[in-house]
């Protein structure tokens, strides 16, 4: 299902434009992010991996349909090559979306370079994988990153970011509790776009919540994402949107609903 919808994002932000708006100001994007109570109502619009209905998922061409049609926020992901590169790259093998085969990791960039990606539909296109440095250069100034399964590189992804001057630009998902974030990069925090995600098996949602709604610097957005019908995971809505941060709502994983028409959803 994640897959195949585009991403909605609804921030606690005033309404500034319409969906599909192009060419939207990254500057004011980035505004409305960093300041989420002061634009009641805003929305925003995020792509999963991009625009893959128009070009491969995770492609720099993607991203410039993002950018084409008014899209505020590209979600990608990151792995890293054999010999320690990162990449725009969701899966862990190359089979489904490039014209090679294996594990990624086992593979070096310059190999990898030779390689074609495949559109939504199989069929290779004149696209190649783009390292992080590169998603990173085509970014700037035009529009901001959410960057899923990266917390496995997330000092390597901080220090490209940093390096570029886009820490206000970037989104960091963190898949830890505050106490092990905060123990492992507390010296950053402060200075970064970071997502905690609460995942659907999370034991004590309300624990998890209360560590990151009550911490120094809390979050800009938490992530919720229902795998089934947990109403303590619905409790933790209005407990989140009470200190103005927030909610990324991902109900991609609920099996019981028939019809989802977003899939992610951030909203105040």
């Not at 991403?7 to 309404?15: K, T």
Request: proline share 4%; with cysteine.
């Amino acid at each position: 299902m994640r897959n195949i919808l585009l991403g909605l994002l609804l921030l606690s932000v005033e309404s500034y434009k319409s969906y599909g708006e192009a060419e939207q100001s990254n500057d004011k994007v980035v505004e409305v992010y960093q300041n989420l109570g002061a634009y009641p109502q805003a929305v925003l619009v995020a792509a999963h991996r991009g625009n893959w209905r128009n070009a491969p998922e995770n492609s720099l061409l993607a991203m410039d349909f993002c950018i084409k049609y008014g899209i505020d926020i590209m979600e990608t992901d990151l792995k890293m090559t054999k010999d320690g590169v990162l990449i725009l790259f969701h899966d862990s093998t190359l089979d489904r979306t490039t014209t090679g085969s294996g594990n990624v990791a086992d593979w070096a960039l310059d190999s990898l370079k030779t390689l074609y990606l495949k559109n939504g539909l199989g069929v290779p296109t004149s696209q190649r994988i783009p390292t992080f440095e590169e998603g990173l250069i085509h970014a700037k100034d035009r529009i901001m990153l959410d960057l899923d399964k990266s917390y496995p590189y997330f000092r390597e992804a901080y220090d490209m970011v940093k390096q570029e001057g886009m820490l206000d630009q970037v989104i960091f998902r963190i898949n830890d509790s505050y106490e092990d974030f905060s123990m492992k990069y507390g010296e950053l925090i402060k200075g970064i776009n970071y997502m905690p995600l609460l995942w659907w098996n999370t034991e004590d949602p309300k624990g998890f919540v209360d560590s990151y709604i009550h911490a120094p610097y809390p979050p800009k957005v938490i992530e919720i994402i229902f795998g089934e019908d947990r109403t303590d995971l619905l409790d933790q809505v209005d407990r989140i949107k009470s200190k103005g941060i927030g909610i990324m709502m991902n109900p991609c994983r609920l099996r019981s609903i028939k019809k989802v028409w977003i899939t992610v959803r951030y909203s105040l």
